[in-house]
């Protein structure tokens, strides 16, 4: 069984600030891992993905995680937080011998002050 | 290209109603899954359909629950009677081949009052 926790329902952050939004998983396979992003009244855009080639990877918007099998961790940051950012943010996870299914986490809303 | 499509966007039913949901993939995506996010819950798993076949319908909640997906194009899910614990966002989301991206609709919000 897969499961997904992230910390923090709602994260606050200034605007220039660094954002981190924390993930941890729990797979009895090595699994693929996700983050989506969802801005209001729109569907889920995936931000990123970890598919076991290169521990830190890069997604769209200039956010970017980091895997670490040490710590079951896939936590999400960027270094500068803009007001469009402000979305709530969901950390998934597949296992990658069960096609697509993926089991997600509770999600974080990221709000932006000015 | 036109994304995921679901309709309607918004649906408010009263308790014992029936209401169908329905979701129109991506072009020439086989797999087409099925998501609920109750209020404050997490996004769960529902069914994932492979063409017009259910691979796999373990997240489905009860038999008030029944999806198709005739001629492996679009899916519908029917909730039939309705209960008040039914209230949340149904997300549709289709990808070409397994272990590639899934893309995402915007989700349906039932209401059951």
């Known amino acids: 069984a897969q499961s997904v926790t992230q910390l923090g329902s709602h994260v606050s952050v200034s605007e220039g600030a660094l954002v981190l939004l924390r993930c941890n998983y729990s797979s009895s396979v090595p699994p693929y891992l996700f983050w989506y992003v969802q801005y209001p009244n729109q569907g889920l855009q995936l931000l990123l993905k970890?598919?076991?080639?290169?521990?830190l990877v890069k997604g769209i918007n200039g956010f970017e995680a980091e895997f670490k099998k040490s710590e079951t961790s896939f936590h999400l940051t960027k270094p500068s937080a803009h007001m469009s950012d402000a979305a709530e943010y969901f950390c998934a996870v597949s296992d990658r011998n069960a096609g697509n299914m993926l089991t997600f986490g509770g999600g974080t809303r990221l709000m932006v002050k000015p | 290209e036109a994304g995921v499509t679901q309709f309607p966007s918004h649906s408010v039913i009263e308790k014992g109603q029936t209401v169908t949901l329905r979701c129109d993939p991506i072009s020439g995506h086989d797999n087409l899954y099925w998501y609920r996010r109750v209020m404050g819950k997490e996004i769960k798993f529902l069914l994932h359909?492979?063409?017009?076949?259910?691979?796999?319908e373990s997240g489905m909640p009860n038999n008030r629950f029944l999806a198709e997906r005739t001629g492996g194009t679009y899916s519908t899910l029917k909730v039939q009677p309705a209960e008040l614990e039914d209230s949340g966002v149904y997300f549709c989301a289709s990808s070409q081949e397994l272990r590639t991206e899934a893309f995402f609709g915007q989700g349906t919000r039932l209401t059951v009052v």
């Open positions: 359909f492979v063409k017009e076949s259910k691979q796999d």
């Open positions: 970890y598919t076991s080639a290169a521990t």
